[in-house]
């Protein structure tokens, strides 16, 4: 895998750089390349957390313009909602820039603030940022679409410190078996059962069987230590200021401290793909043998 730098922008000409992304590659600016108040930054930095630390990450939701995981004073909240509502509008506008053919049929995720030091937090396993994982949403299963995250660093002096390793190719062919993708895929009958009860109200997310497999395969990995001791590691500390992003589900991450991160999620069709075959669900489609989503 490659940090690929981009210097400057906007560029004299445009790049596609999605072959990059969809194997695995982070594109790396070491100058934020939109603009974002400072008062905005310090605004964000200044909320207090104290006792709050159930909240893991505040949520901004763009298709319902809303804001989770800070309880405020009303001013508070109201300036919390104007600030996030900020960020997320340019950040998706410098992607729509950056990406356009992604932009023709992303679905817009949710933007997050990450308050907390990363390096001091207490989670259960399948929380952890410091342990490698691919990503997968429980709430928000993805049918073979690809999760693509633009993160802007903004504590003042702290470097974020990411460890990566070979992507998700490689990582399937070695441990998807093993995972279990194929007892996982077997099952036909929880996709459409989990359809019925969502259709009658029950709080019940239909995933197909790639949604589980990834689903599991976060957790897999997370547990498994021989992966997490013994595979390549590949190191990068992403100074203040800074912007990267990569398809979170092709590229394992784990966060091992830094503090104060903005992040923006799109969910990228695979249809808008510069090579579909790259897609994590064509990759397990071939080690499977079947389909792993509806047509
Ligand atoms: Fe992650």
């Not at 008062?39 to 909320?47: A, P, V």
């Not at 993708?181 to 019925?196: G, Q």
């Not at 497999?213 to 897999?220: D, S």
Request: aromatic letters at 12%; proline letters at 9%.
């Amino acid at each position: 895998m490659e940090f690929l730098t981009i210097d400057t922008w906007p560029p004299a000409s445009l790049t596609d750089y999605r072959p990059q992304l969809e194997t695995g590659n982070v594109l790396y600016f070491p100058t934020t390349p939109f603009s974002f108040p400072a008062e905005s930054q310090d605004f964000l930095r200044s909320l207090d957390f104290a006792g709050k630390a159930i909240h893991k990450n505040i949520a901004y939701r763009p298709a319902s313009d809303r804001v989770t995981g800070f309880e405020g004073t009303p001013e508070q909240q109201q300036h919390l909602l104007a600030v996030m509502r900020d960020y997320s509008r340019t950040v998706i506008a410098f992607t729509a820039s950056l990406l356009p053919e992604y932009a023709a049929a992303w679905k817009l995720d949710y933007a997050s603030f990450r308050p907390l030091e990363e390096s001091s937090r207490d989670l259960p396993v399948n929380k952890r940022n410091d342990l490698l994982h691919t990503d997968a949403f429980p709430s928000r299963p993805t049918h073979g679409d690809l999760i693509l995250r633009v993160f802007t660093n903004i504590h003042p002096s702290k470097t974020r410190n990411w460890i990566t390793t070979d992507p998700f190719p490689a990582l399937a062919e070695k441990y998807a078996r093993a995972a279990g993708l194929d007892r996982i895929a077997a099952n036909t009958w929880s996709e459409p059962a989990a359809r019925v009860l969502h259709s009658i109200g029950l709080p019940v997310v239909p995933r197909s069987p790639y949604d589980r497999f990834m689903l599991h395969f976060h957790e897999y990995l997370k547990r498994n230590t021989d992966f997490q001791q013994n595979c390549p590691k590949y190191r990068f500390d992403f100074p203040p200021g800074s912007t990267w992003l990569t398809f979170t589900d092709v590229l394992p991450h784990s966060v091992h401290s830094g503090q104060h991160a903005l992040e923006q999620t799109f969910i990228i069709s695979k249809s808008s793909l510069s090579r579909a075959e790259n897609a994590p669900v064509r990759i397990l489609e071939r080690l499977y043998g079947k389909p792993l989503v509806a047509a």
